[in-house]
C-alpha cells in the first residue's frame, strides 16, 4: 500500500506540470502593423501580439502564435488550426454566422486618407479608387457606401502595399483602421502631405462594437476564460501596459 502512496505522489507532481503546460494557439495576419507584424529577428510583434501574452499569463497558459493570411482566419480556425482569432477582428453579425466572440477587446474607428484637404462625402470618389484590406469591414462599407456612388474599391491582401499604391498614384485614397493609418503611414515620412479626412467610421451595422476575439461556435468554455481574462488585464494594469507601447490615446473605447 506504501508502495501504491508513493507512486501516486511521485506522480502528482507530473499530472500538475501537463495542466500547467496548457497552450492556446492564437491565429494572427502578421501584415497588420501595429496590431501585428513580423519583427526583425522573425518573431511576431504588435499589440495583439503582446495582448494574446498578456492574456495567456492572466489564464496561467502556454501562447502559441500561428501566422494566417486575413482572409484565411475564419476557415483555418474552423479546421482547428489554432484555438482563437486575436487579430484585430471586428464583432459584426455576418462573423457572427460562422465564429463566436468574446467581449471587445478595443474599439477604433476607421478613417479615409487622401490627399490633405480633400472633401469626402459619399459622391467624392466616383470614377476613383479606394484601397482596403481584402474581406474586412473597410472593404465592405467602401463597396456599400462609395462603391455604389461609382467609386472602385481596390482589395489588397496586406495593408501596407496599399500606402505604397496611394504614394505612387495607383490609387486616390486609403479606407483603414484608424490606428493603423496613423502609425504606419501618416506619422512616416511617406505620409507628407496626406492626412485623415472626412468624418470617424464607426456604423456598427459594418463595424461592430469594436475588435474581439473569435473562437469556434460553441466554444463557450474558451470564450469566457477569454473574457475573464480580458477583464482581468484591464483592472490589473496590463492591458494599458500594452496599450500605452503602442498608442497615446485610449483604445478600448466607450
Request: proline residues 4%; glycine residues 8%.
Amino acid at each position: 500500500m506504501k508502495k501504491v502512496l508513493m507512486a501516486v505522489a511521485l506522480a502528482a507532481p507530473l499530472f500538475a506540470s501537463a495542466a500547467q503546460a496548457e497552450t492556446i494557439r492564437f491565429g494572427v495576419d502578421l501584415n497588420y502593423p501595429p496590431f501585428s507584424k513580423q519583427g526583425p529577428d522573425g518573431k511576431p510583434q504588435g499589440f495583439d501580439i503582446d495582448m494574446a501574452h498578456a492574456l495567456c499569463a492572466a489564464m496561467k497558459v502556454t501562447c502559441e502564435i500561428v501566422p494566417q493570411d486575413w482572409d484565411g482566419l475564419i476557415p483555418a480556425l474552423n479546421t482547428n488550426k489554432f484555438d482563437a482569432i486575436l487579430s484585430s477582428m471586428q464583432i459584426t453579425d455576418e462573423r457572427k454566422k460562422a465564429v463566436d466572440f468574446t467581449n471587445k477587446y478595443y474599439n477604433i474607428p476607421s478613417r479615409i486618407i487622401a490627399k490633405a484637404g480633400t472633401t469626402v462625402d459619399q459622391n467624392s470618389f466616383k470614377g476613383k479608387k479606394i484601397g482596403a484590406l481584402r474581406a474586412s469591414t473597410q472593404e465592405k462599407f467602401a463597396k456599400d457606401y462609395w462603391g455604389k456612388a461609382g467609386a472602385k474599391i481596390v482589395a489588397y491582401t496586406k495593408s501596407p502595399e496599399s500606402f505604397l499604391d496611394l504614394t505612387s498614384g495607383r490609387l486616390d485614397a486609403v479606407f483603414v483602421d484608424g490606428a493603423v493609418g496613423d502609425q504606419e503611414f501618416l506619422k512616416t515620412p511617406r505620409g507628407k502631405g496626406y492626412a485623415f479626412v472626412g468624418p470617424e467610421y464607426a456604423d456598427t451595422k459594418y463595424f461592430g462594437l469594436g475588435a474581439g476575439i473569435a473562437v469556434k461556435k460553441g466554444n463557450k468554455a474558451l470564450r469566457e476564460r477569454l473574457n475573464n481574462a480580458i477583464e482581468q488585464i484591464r483592472k490589473d494594469g496590463s492591458y494599458k501596459k500594452v496599450q500605452d507601447k503602442y498608442f497615446t490615446f485610449d483604445v478600448y473605447g466607450h
